[in-house]
């Protein structure tokens, strides 16, 4: 079965479309999930990083983990642009099931974060040693998700819009951050 790209929603496209330009950049024949996930951790907008942040992981040492792993793989010069490999393959159509078993119409950063983890490869055992595991990711998911459907290309930016677009004001409160109201008795 092919893959079918045009069921990815614009943040996942451009974390695939990011993970080829790393492995062209490195001279990598082949689109590892390492590259992958490197590409996903370089986002700054989308749900990944909020999810992995939730679940207490220093995103910054997994990102450079990440990149050194990337200096390991087999470079080729010349040629044709990379390829994906058949596990970056397999970690794709594991996402789109993911999708469909969260009843999503697209394939989001979160199904190719939840399908990096269930698929074996050497971007699976980063997110083990970062204590990165199914479960949690669920429930960070969830957390982050809440009930939202991704039923159009652009899901990412509806999740956290209160979190986003909003001022907590019992947190500003509790750090200081907030003026004395005008004309109030003591």
Same mark, same amino acid.
């Given at each position: 079965?092919?893959?079918?790209?045009?069921?990815?929603?614009?943040?996942?496209?451009?974390?695939?479309?990011?993970?080829?330009?790393?492995?062209?950049?490195?001279?990598?024949? %082949?689109? /590892?999930?390492? *590259? @992958?996930?490197? $590409?996903?951790? +370089?986002?700054?907008?989308?749900?990944? &990083?909020?999810?992995?942040?939730?679940?207490?992981?220093?995103?910054?040492?997994?990102?450079?983990?990440? %990149?050194? /792993?990337?200096? *390991? @793989?087999?470079? $080729?010069?010349? +040629?044709?642009?990379?390829?994906?490999? &058949?596990?970056?393959?397999?970690?794709?159509?594991?996402?789109?099931?993911?999708?469909?078993?969260?009843?999503?119409?697209?394939?989001?950063?979160?199904?190719?974060?939840?399908?990096?983890?269930?698929?074996?490869?050497?971007?699976?055992?980063?997110?083990?040693?970062?204590?990165?595991?199914?479960?949690?990711?669920?429930?960070?998911?969830?957390?982050?998700?809440?009930?939202?459907?991704?039923?159009?290309?652009?899901?990412?930016?509806?999740?956290?819009?209160?979190?986003?677009?909003?001022?907590?004001?019992?947190?500003?409160?509790?750090?200081?951050?907030?003026?004395?109201?005008?004309?109030?008795?003591?």
């Amino acid at each position: 079965m092919a893959f079918r790209f045009e069921k990815l929603t614009i943040k996942s496209q451009e974390a695939v479309q990011h993970a080829q330009e790393l492995a062209a950049d490195a001279g990598n024949p %082949q689109i /590892e999930p390492v *590259h @992958l996930l490197a $590409a996903l951790l +370089g986002e700054a907008e989308g749900v990944v &990083r909020p999810v992995l942040e939730r679940m207490g992981v220093n995103v910054g040492q997994l990102q450079q983990i990440a %990149q050194a /792993e990337l200096k *390991h @793989l087999p470079s $080729a010069s010349g +040629g044709a642009p990379p390829q994906p490999s &058949r596990e970056t393959m397999t970690v794709l159509e594991n996402a789109h099931a993911e999708a469909g078993a969260m009843h999503d119409e697209y394939v989001s950063t979160e199904h190719l974060l939840l399908s990096l983890v269930k698929t074996p490869s050497k971007a699976r055992e980063l997110l083990k040693l970062n204590a990165v595991d199914e479960t949690d990711l669920l429930k960070a998911l969830q957390q982050v998700r809440g009930s939202s459907r991704v039923t159009d290309q652009t899901p990412e930016g509806k999740f956290q819009a209160l979190e986003k677009y909003g001022i907590d004001l019992v947190e500003r409160a509790k750090q200081g951050k907030l003026d004395p109201v005008i004309g109030r008795d003591q």
